[in-house]
C-alpha cells in the first residue's frame, strides 16, 4: 500500500513538472529580449528629445571652407605703402585699385561677440585715396555665408584711417550674425575685391 502511495506521488509531481514547462518555453521572445538586452539592442532604440536641433559649427575652416590665400605672385602695393603686411601673420591681397589685409590662418578668431554678432573691422586700401580728403568714402561692403544659411549681414559706412604703418586708409566695420564660412565682398568706384574667410566661434 506504502508502495502505491508512493508511485501515485511520483505521477503527481510528474504531471506537474510537464504541466509548468510548456508555460516557460512559451515566453514571448520581446519579453526575454528586455529582462538581458545587449549593447547592440540598446543602441538601436531611438532616443526621444524635444529639444530642438542646433546648428554645429566646425572649429577647422580647412576641411570645408576654401579660405583665400596668398596670391601668386604675392601682390605688393604701391608706394608709399609697405611692400609687406606691417602685421604678422597677415598679407596684402587684391590689386592697386582696391586691396585689404587677410590672415595667413584664413581665420578671423575671437572676435567680440555681442546682440549684432561677431564684429571686425576690415581696412581697404586704394592707390590714389587720402585720408583727408575723402573723409567718408563711398565703399560698400556685402557678404555671403556659404556653408549655410545666415540671417543678417550689418555694415557700418565707411570711415577714413591713417597711420604710419597702415597709411591712408578706408575703414569698414562688419558684424557677421554666425560662426562660418564667409565671402566678403568691397566695392569702391570702379573697383570690386572679394575674398573668403572663416569666422571661428
Not at 546648428?55 to 609697405?82: G, I, L, N, R
Not at 597677415?90 to 561677440?113: C, D, H, I, K
Amino acid at each position: 500500500m506504502q508502495r502505491l502511495y508512493f508511485y501515485l506521488s511520483i505521477l503527481i509531481l510528474a504531471s506537474f513538472l510537464v504541466g509548468c514547462a510548456p508555460q516557460a518555453a512559451a515566453q514571448p521572445e520581446k519579453v526575454k529580449a528586455l529582462e538581458n538586452p545587449t549593447p547592440t539592442e540598446l543602441s538601436e532604440k531611438p532616443l526621444l528629445t524635444d529639444s530642438p536641433t542646433a546648428e554645429v559649427v566646425p572649429h577647422d575652416s580647412s576641411a570645408s571652407c576654401p579660405v583665400t590665400v596668398s596670391q601668386d605672385p604675392t601682390f605688393v602695393p604701391p608706394e608709399p605703402y609697405s611692400p609687406t603686411s606691417p602685421f604678422p601673420d597677415e598679407f596684402w591681397y587684391g590689386s592697386n585699385s582696391l586691396w585689404t589685409l587677410l590672415p595667413t590662418s584664413g581665420r578671423w578668431a575671437g572676435l567680440p561677440y555681442d546682440d549684432q554678432g561677431y564684429g571686425q573691422k576690415v581696412f581697404w586700401w586704394r592707390e590714389g585715396y587720402v585720408w583727408t580728403e575723402e573723409p567718408e568714402p563711398q565703399i560698400t561692403v556685402t557678404s555671403e555665408r556659404l556653408d549655410g544659411p545666415a540671417t543678417s549681414f550689418k555694415v557700418s559706412g565707411g570711415t577714413n584711417a591713417y597711420a604710419n604703418d597702415i597709411g591712408s586708409a578706408m575703414l569698414t566695420g562688419v558684424n557677421f550674425s554666425t560662426a562660418g564660412c564667409w565671402k566678403i565682398t568691397g566695392q569702391y568706384k570702379d573697383a570690386e575685391l572679394s575674398f573668403v574667410v572663416w569666422i571661428a566661434p
